[in-house]
Structure formats: C-alpha cells, structure tokens
C-alpha cells in the first residue's frame, strides 16, 4: 500500500546511541535475481520506498511501519563499503558469520533501495541451485536513527485496525543478506519482518527477557473497539471462548479423581 496519511506526527523519536535494536526486514522473493555467468551475480531490491507493511513482532511489538522516500541516503553514502552480504545475517549454521559475497554496488531508487553483489568463489553447488529455483529472497539488516510515530491514527484502507504507524526517516544500515524465504511470503506483500525468526534462538536462552517481551507486546496493542456490523455478523464476532493465560503458574491437578 503507498496511500499516505494525513495523521498529526505525534513525535519523531531520534536514536540515542548504537544499543538501539536491530530490525531484520525480508524483500518480496520476486525481487531477488541470480545471474549466474561468468561472474556469478545477485542483485534485487531490499527496502521498498513509502509503502505500508504490518510489523506483528514479540521483540519490535505491533504497528504499521513505511520506510520514507530517502531514508537511506546517509548511510549508503557513508557505510557503503562497510556493508556485507551474509546468509541468514551470519546466523547460518552452514555459512556462520563468514560473508558469501561482496557488495559492488549499491543505490537508491524512487521505489527503494537497491544492491548488485559478487558471490564468493567455493560456495555449495546446493545454496547456488536454490538461488536459481528463486527459493530465497533479500533481507537488511538496520538500525533506525530517527522515525515520526502516530499513535492514534485514524481508521484507514491500509490501516483498518488503526495500529500505531511510525514512519523511518532515517536508518543505518549494517548488511544485507540472502535468506530463505518464509513458507508465508507473497508476491503481493512488499516486506515482512524477520527480527523474532533471527533473534529467537537468543531469546530462548534467556526465558525472563522473553516473558518480558511478550508482556510489553500485550500491553501496548491497541484497545479501539470495533462496533459490529449487525447486517453482517447477527450474532456479534466476539469469541466467548475463555481465554488461557499462559504466563502465570498454573496449580498442578491431580492425575486422577474418585
């Protein structure tokens, strides 16, 4: 979706320092091409421009988020030959954190952000047939330096649920990555995020941060009330099933009774 708002900002939020968390965003697999000539080549686009995507994330929270036309621009122009090319942002268990190719270009768009790369020599016949099947897509990896977040926007198109939207003016980028793509992905969703799938294995090794994460999640999804439709749902939409909690400890029941 590119339709804009016209919500009041109510804030822009600047990065106070580089412990800000790491987003992980995945490009629609179409936008990944594999040349394998004489000088094997992977280039596609890995951020689309001022197009809105929901973000559904236990470590990021639940919100709509659109990078701005531009928001790029710094980074590119000053971390352009810093930026490596990873499988799986170096979490494979196959690759490690050894980069699988080398960045030589790297631009900006009108619709987003772009990069051609060379694969390293040695790589399994395995990874590059995958890449020729078009079973993986292009992911970043980034830091945001500064978005306008509206917290209450109106009902819209794009944002029926009203969700918080925040809008990236600003971000660093730190690599980009060829990843497997998720058994959900469609052509017709722009970009997905990737944090929790990345970060998960961490997390597990730490079940308190985790618990802690899942509850500020709760905590913060929106509370708007959506009145039915009663020429389409007469009976009302709402589940009056009992709801479990799974984060308070439960009294153990006997296995068996007279």
Request: glycine fraction near 6%; charge should be negative; charged fraction near 35%.
């Amino acid at each position: 979706m590119t339709e804009n708002t016209d919500e009041t900002v109510d804030e822009t939020v600047e990065a106070e320092s580089e412990s800000e968390q790491m987003m992980y965003r995945l490009s629609s697999p179409d936008m990944l091409i594999f040349r394998d000539d004489d000088e094997p080549m992977v280039e596609g686009r890995v951020v689309p421009y001022e197009e809105w995507s929901e973000v559904d994330s236990v470590v990021e929270g639940h919100f709509m988020e659109r990078f701005a036309r531009g928001s790029f621009t710094k980074t590119l122009a000053e971390r352009v030959g810093e930026v490596k090319v990873y499988f799986e942002h170096g979490r494979s268990k196959i690759f490690d954190s050894q980069p699988i190719a080398e960045v030589r270009e790297t631009w900006e768009q009108p619709d987003g952000v772009y990069f051609r790369a060379a694969l390293l020599g040695g790589l399994p016949e395995l990874f590059r047939d995958g890449l020729r099947r078009g079973l993986y897509g292009a992911s970043v990896g980034a830091k945001v330096l500064k978005l306008e977040r509206v917290r209450a926007p109106k009902e819209s198109s794009y944002n029926p649920s009203r969700l918080e939207e925040r809008t990236y003016k600003e971000l660093r980028a730190f690599d980009y990555s060829i990843t497997p793509r998720p058994h959900y992905a469609s052509a017709t969703v722009a970009l997905r995020s990737i944090t929790d799938d990345l970060l998960v294995e961490r997390l597990l090794e730490d079940p308190k941060r985790l618990l802690e994460l899942i509850a500020r999640k709760e905590e913060t999804e929106p509370q708007h009330s959506v009145p039915n439709d009663p020429d389409k749902d007469p009976q009302g939409s709402r589940s009056t099933q009992p709801v479990h909690d799974y984060l308070t400890p439960q009294k153990e029941e006997p296995s068996w009774r007279l």
